[in-house]
Nanobody
Framework: QVQLVESGGGLVQAGGSLRLSCAAS????????MGWFRQAPGKEREFVAA????????MYADSVKGRFTISRDNAKNTVYLQMNSLAAEDTAVYYC????????????????WGQGTQVTVSS
């Protein structure tokens, strides 16, 4: 079992940047592919980005390509989401999660969800 804790959210103006972190407990972090999802009020939780166990292959939602970058440091048991050129539509609670499968956007393939961190972008 892995426990995940997100941090780094906050209030930022449109066009600004934030870096989210997701710290994992346990010694099995490197066994998992990692994903970031987000959920805006009244909307379904949606895929944002994922990174493979090795930190090599990555995947992004079309809405964030070119603006967000996912990375991981297996020595620190942490995955990051660098968010640039933020817009009001990026406002949401951001969650990280684990997956033993690679290449899936559906949240049904992810587990061990963290509690989330709020990102609010003011226009």
């Amino acid at each position: 079992q892995v426990q995940l804790v997100e941090s780094g959210g906050g209030l930022v103006q449109a066009g600004g940047s934030l870096r989210l972190s997701c710290a994992a407990s346990g010694r099995t972090f490197s066994y998992y592919n990692m994903g970031w999802f987000r959920q805006a009020p009244g909307k379904e939780r949606e895929f944002v980005a994922a990174i493979s166990r090795s930190g090599g292959p990555t995947m992004y939602a079309d809405s964030v390509k070119g603006r967000f970058t996912i990375s991981r440091d297996n020595a620190k048991n942490t995955v990051y989401l660098q968010m640039n050129s933020l817009a009001a539509e990026d406002t949401a609670v951001y969650y990280c999660a684990t997956s033993r499968m690679w290449g899936y956007y559906s949240r049904s393939y992810y587990g061990n969800w963290g509690q989330g961190t709020q990102v609010t972008v003011s226009s």
